[in-house]
């Protein structure tokens, strides 16, 4: 699998609350201990090695010192890293406190900033094209993934796109632009619920219609939208299904985007349907929201619920 996209920094900050500031009704946190882990593109990454598949991550960030940081995290992940290193990007972090059990506050430091003259863009197309010719010529069974949370590492996606077309490779796509003519043509298509409404500006078209529009206008042979705790929609051969998840306890959705692709891209390579792809999808994402912070369903897991539609 190779992924391509926004590596972002997630650094995490546990304490408790105990009690409520006297200048403002808000809580007091007592930090006691903080973490950083690589999230975005990066999250995607370690999701589809824990899982059991070979990974390669293509991303971009400001320094030596974040690579350092991701390079911590991912050291034992087996995960092969080619990561570019551009002064003039700025690399994504977000900080979330977490106290008793919850998220009480995000902190995002980013500045985005889509400038086609930034010499990484060039860079990502070479290291994809290596990629796919050599995992195309060794017979492997391959996937390309595109990781878009809007951070600017994916300017110009076309050219890869076209190759993987060429090579006849899987593409997947999950995106936080509005922009979707940059990845016409992509196979597999997983927004989630805001993401897709996003598209439409409050449209009143059924969502049948807005499906089979996006299908038709950028060419997606396939759309997964996950709707959180509610499940997955899938939309193939223009038939729409939803796929409900059984009663959960939901701590945090942080990272189940990530999770669910994983297990998606993993699944359609091994000859899985659309529906069932969605079901593994579903019983593997409820492994992980009811966990604090970004978490991964581990390849026991995975091959359990394998198992199960195995069996069928």
């Not at 105990?18 to 370690?46: F, M, V």
């Not at 951070?151 to 509005?178: A, M």
Request: proline share 2%; glycine share 6%; hydrophobic share 35%.
């Amino acid at each position: 699998m190779l992924v391509i996209g926004d590596i972002i920094i997630d650094h995490y900050q546990f304490g408790e609350v105990s009690k409520i500031s006297p200048e403002a009704p808000t809580p007091i946190i007592n930090l006691k201990s903080s973490e950083y882990k690589p999230g975005g593109a990066s999250n995607l990454a370690i999701n589809l090695a824990s899982i059991g598949a070979s990974v390669t991550l293509i991303g971009v960030v400001n320094s030596k010192k974040h690579i350092g940081l991701i390079n911590k995290y991912l050291a034992n992940k087996k995960i092969n890293l080619k990561i570019i290193i551009d002064s003039n990007y700025t690399t994504p972090f977000k900080t979330r406190f977490i106290a008793n059990g919850y998220q009480l506050l995000r902190l995002d430091e980013e500045e985005v900033s889509i400038n086609k003259k930034f010499s990484y863009n060039r860079k990502i197309i070479n290291y994809a094209n290596k990629w796919i010719n050599q995992n195309k010529d060794n017979n492997t069974s391959a996937a390309v993934l595109f990781s878009d949370y809007q951070k600017g590492s994916l300017i110009d996606p076309k050219k890869i796109i076209e190759k993987c077309k060429e090579k006849k490779i899987i593409t997947f796509l999950d995106s936080k632009s509005q922009d979707l003519n940059r990845y016409k043509g992509v196979e597999i298509f997983k927004p989630n619920n805001h993401e897709f409404n996003s598209l439409f500006n409050n449209s009143n078209q059924t969502d049948a219609n807005k499906f089979k529009y996006l299908q038709s206008k950028f060419k997606f042979k396939t759309i997964f939208r996950t709707l959180g705790e509610e499940g997955i929609e899938l939309y193939s051969k223009n038939k729409l299904k939803k796929i409900k998840t059984k009663s959960v306890n939901v701590l945090d959705v942080t990272g189940a985007g990530d999770t669910c692709l994983a297990l998606i891209s993993v699944a359609k390579l091994l000859n899985f349907s659309d529906y069932d792809c969605a079901m593994i999808a579903n019983k593997g994402c409820a492994l992980v929201i009811d966990k604090i912070g970004t978490a991964s369903v581990t390849k026991d897991n995975f091959l359990n619920i394998l198992d199960e539609f195995k069996k069928k």
